[in-house]
Nanobody, 127 residues
Framework: QVQLVESGGGLVQAGGSLRLSCAASGRTVSSYAMGWFRQTPGKERAFVAA????????SYADTVKGRFTISRDSAKSTLYLQMNSLNPEDTADYYCAANPTASSWNLYSTPPSYDSWGQGTQVTVSS
């Protein structure tokens, strides 16, 4: 099972940017379909963005479309989430996830589709 470690969270003012990283060990990120989710206390984990195993397709939640970008660097075995124009509603713990049995082009937006998760990184956006 792949080990995932997120980093890059922190405190940022509204309108600012952060880039989250998710380092994968064991196999390169191009072996998986991957996704980013976020969660706030008392709420279910919510889909943010996904990238297909091929890397050729991406999808985003409507709430982040046009502001966030998911990408990966296979050589570094790292998944990224570039977050721009942040607002306080983006405050959450962010998690990356991997699906090792995904087909090349499918995208996965539900937590049960993934079987490996990182420990999360906290993002706080102040108003």
């Amino acid at each position: 099972q792949v080990q995932l470690v997120e980093s890059g969270g922190g405190l940022v003012q509204a309108g600012g940017s952060l880039r989250l990283s998710c380092a994968a060990s064991g196999r390169t990120v191009s072996s998986y379909a991957m996704g980013w989710f976020r969660q706030t206390p008392g709420k279910e984990r919510a889909f943010v963005a996904a990238i297909s195993r091929s890397g050729g397709r991406t999808s985003y939640a409507d709430t982040v479309k046009g502001r966030f970008t998911i990408s990966r660097d296979s050589a570094k075995s790292t998944l990224y989430l570039q977050m721009n124009s942040l607002n306080p509603e983006d405050t959450a713990d962010y998690y990356c996830a991997a699906n090792p049995t995904a087909s090349s082009w499918n995208l996965y937006s539900t937590p049960p589709s993934y079987d490996s998760w990182g420990q999360g990184t906290q993002v706080t956006v102040s108003s």
